[in-house]
């Protein structure tokens, strides 16, 4: 039985089962006849047709090799055979032909609790590593590799990797240091690592990005890799299908280095202009920051990221293209639109294609004298036609709509505190503005970031005891515990939710508030 006590894409925890044992990520030895992992040694059958001669063959499935470059005909009839060769062993050395839809149907084939992976082509390899994870998480996954692979690996998620020296080291330097940037730059050591990273960004960003902690301080993003970390592409997917803008009427803004934006001294200028002008108006205009990596952030759930980039002032194609298809999916949910673009020379690019009508304010930089004045203009144009905001919390509603899929909040609330804030309604507490929003009373009803149980909870929430849970939660989430129709706890989301349906064992929920 698998474990786990963390996950940020890579994985920490233990297996046990039997008199079998050993903590996670960590190094097996991989020898002709054996393994050898922690202080337990297990033979394995060379091939099928050895298997009778092993004493303790119920640990492998004897599965026979085909490597990459085997012809079709003869793959096809050793794939098979090993599909038929299922087998009921706890453990299987994996052997793939690098033919798509034939390493396909033999891994979905497989049962096991231990896949035993060769470094023999890293497409083949990350393919079938993700259909087993998909299909189980609770199984253990081994790559013979060597150090200059291991960070990659390991930040993939796979848990056991050769016994080597160099490993070690490397198994070390990665736990030492579990950081995205740490391992985009280990990547350039190899071709092999950096073949890896780019297909764990490209092709399995999506796989990457349900098994990844939601962030929690500043991320850095160095490399131009790091353009492609599944936490950006996460943002941006996530941002295109639930964020509903309130008007029609859009200003796009500059990024800073401050985070969050409102907090600079360049974006309070924005702001204090924009109140002045459009007064209890200012809450009906949608206010974007176009920004790289993450596209588009609007301005009320800037709360939810933190970040710094490297600055040169030049755009690569890609971050012109991901910020120019948010924008279009944003403000085509509108009719009619009317944006204010203040924005500096080098990202007007990303307004190519923007329909609607289009204001540009910027003469030079963005806060000189006259940028400000054309800003102020322009927004004294549609102040006549700006709808008044129905009360002073649109954001936090917005807010909500997008974590939790529908406004929790009753009609009258207030939002009061200096280092922390929290929402209230009739002096009672409904949430806490940290980690975005935290809901902190029974009386809430969401349509995503639940879990759901049919028991009376004592403590914290374990997997066994998860009933059924929102897919979409994250590890790091703030999530509702539901018995029934009613809210009986919230916590933070210790595993991801399709991982806390699937697992038997391990924390599910930390949780850190029960209602009675």
């Known amino acids: 039985m698998l474990e786990l006590s963390q996950i940020d894409g890579y994985r920490i925890g233990s297996y046990q089962k039997d008199e079998l044992s050993f903590e996670i990520p960590g190094l097996l030895e991989l020898k002709r006849d054996s393994i050898v992992l922690g202080n337990s040694s297990l033979h394995k059958p060379l091939s099928y047709p050895f298997r009778d001669m092993i004493e303790d063959k119920d640990n492998f499935q004897p599965l026979l090799r085909v490597s990459k470059g085997t012809p079709l005909s003869m793959a096809q009839k050793i794939q098979k055979k090993n599909v038929d060769l299922k087998g009921s062993g706890d453990i299987v050395q994996v052997f793939l032909s690098g033919m798509g839809k034939l390493d396909d149907e033999m891994v979905d084939g497989l049962d096991a609790s231990i896949y035993l992976f060769d470094m023999d082509d890293e497409r083949s390899l990350l393919k079938a590593y993700f259909r087993i994870r998909e299909k189980n998480p609770e199984a253990v996954c081994f790559c013979n590799c060597g150090p200059d692979e291991l960070p990659v690996l390991a930040y993939a998620g796979f848990d056991l990797f050769t016994k080597t020296d160099e490993n070690q080291k490397a198994l070390e330097l990665f736990l030492e240091n579990d950081t995205p940037q740490y391992v985009e730059m280990t990547a350039c050591s190899s071709i092999r690592a950096k073949t890896l990273l780019d297909l764990l960004y490209n092709e399995h960003w999506g796989d990457m990005a349900q098994n990844i902690h939601r962030p929690i301080g500043k991320e850095l993003y160095i490399s131009k890799d790091a353009f492609w970390r599944p936490n950006a592409q996460r943002w941006a997917k996530n941002v295109c299908e639930n964020f509903i803008p309130q008007s029609k009427f859009f200003l796009l803004l500059p990024c800073s280095s401050r985070k969050p934006y409102s907090s600079s001294p360049s974006h309070r200028r924005f702001i204090t202009m924009a109140r002045s002008v459009l007064g209890r108006s200012y809450g009906s205009l949608c206010q974007l920051i176009v920004t790289s990596p993450y596209g588009v952030v609007p301005r009320d759930l800037e709360g939810l990221i933190d970040y710094d980039i490297v600055v040169t002032g030049k755009w690569m194609r890609e971050e012109v293209e991901r910020s120019s298809h948010m924008l279009k999916n944003i403000i085509s949910k509108t009719k009619d639109p009317q944006v204010i673009a203040h924005l500096p020379e080098n990202e007007l690019d990303t307004l190519e294609g923007l329909e609607g009508d289009i204001t540009v304010t910027t003469d030079g930089h963005p806060l000189s004298d006259g940028s400000m004045q054309n800003l102020k203009e322009a927004l004294l144009k549609v102040k006549d036609s700006l709808p008044v905001a129905e009360d002073g919390y649109g954001d936090v509603r917005r807010l909500s709509k997008f974590l939790y899929g529908k406004d929790i909040f009753p009609d009258k609330i207030y939002v009061k505190g200096r280092g922390v804030k929290q929402v209230f ?53 703030e999530v509702i515990i539901r018995n029934g129709k009613k809210t009986v706890a919230v916590g933070t989301a210790i595993l991801p939710g399709k991982m806390m349906k699937k697992m038997r064992k391990g924390k599910a929920v930390k949780i850190r508030k029960r209602f009675h």
């Open 425 to 477: 309604s009739s002096n009672v507490p409904l949430a806490s503005l940290v980690n975005g929003l935290r809901p902190l009373s029974g009386n809430v009803d969401v349509e995503k970031k639940w879990v759901e149980i049919d028991f009376d909870i004592k403590g914290d929430l374990f997997c066994v005891g998860v009933r059924d849970a929102d897919e979409d939660i994250l590890a790091g989430d």
